[in-house]
């Protein structure tokens, strides 16, 4: 219901901004991210490793004036993180790969020549989760495991970028830009009220991801949970159809 009720009241807030715009274009895109989800539990246990994923959907493009407008997207976005570790008796390979559906709504400043900043909120709703580790013990092994229960459904990000608006046609345009989001709220679940020794058993009965169990436990062994935080960053690409043009911007 809150996605219906976020979609609903998007929707609604861009049609009226569009009612005012100089000009409006819709298109789709794809970005390319190298992606993270970074917890100091983790950090401080294993080795990050750098993780690609894309995206795709729909955006909307409303300019008021020459300057100042607004962009929103749709989009089904991937963000994955590989890690590994080894120690004297064992080593394992893990990753975990998230789907989200991303509604960005940022405030658009541009100059005379289409190069353009951005920045704003973006709320996140995942689609699903799952995890791949491969243990040289053979203790804990699975692919693309269902864990989405184990991850917060809600997300609330701030994303900013830079980009360039080019104007390809009247009706035709492309927008390159780079982008960069961060999730304040949590991405995992806190488990820090069960004991190391539940907290364990429930990892070897995969009842909990590794990605949690070590959110949940520090460098030391201990139960001591630690939030993680969505990066991402990348570039994007977009192709939008110019619906209302803009006389003045030349």
Do not use: C, H
């Not at 709220?185 to 364990?200: A, C, H, M, P, W």
């Amino acid at each position: 219901m809150r996605l219906q009720n976020l979609v609903f009241t998007v929707a609604f807030l861009l049609l009226f901004f569009s009612s005012n715009a100089q000009r409006l274009s819709l298109g789709g895109k794809i970005a390319f991210n190298n992606t993270a989800v970074y917890n100091k539990n983790i950090f401080d246990q294993v080795d990050y490793v750098k993780t690609g994923a894309n995206s795709f959907g729909a955006q909307l493009n409303v300019m008021f004036t020459r300057k100042w407008g607004i962009t929103s997207d749709i989009l089904l976005a991937n963000n994955n993180q590989k890690y590994t570790l080894v120690d004297a008796t064992n080593a394992f390979n893990g990753e975990s790969k998230f789907t989200y559906l991303d509604v960005p709504v940022l405030l658009k400043r541009k100059n005379r020549i289409g190069l353009y900043t951005e920045f704003g909120p973006m709320v996140s709703f995942l689609m699903s989760a799952n995890e791949t580790v491969f243990n040289s013990d053979g203790s804990l092994n699975y692919t693309e495991k269902d864990f989405k229960s184990d991850f917060n459904n809600f997300g609330l990000s701030a994303v900013g970028g830079l980009g360039w608006d080019i104007k390809l046609s009247k009706r035709l345009m492309i927008n390159i830009e780079g982008r960069v989001g961060y999730m304040f709220t949590d991405v995992t679940t806190d488990y820090s009220n069960l004991s190391k020794e539940e907290l364990l058993l429930k990892l070897l009965t995969e009842q909990i991801s590794l990605n949690t169990y070590s959110s949940n436990i520090n460098e030391n062994g201990d139960v001591s949970y630690a939030k993680s935080n969505r990066i991402f960053t990348g570039v994007n690409v977009g192709l939008n159809w110019i619906l209302v043009p803009m006389n003045i911007i030349k």
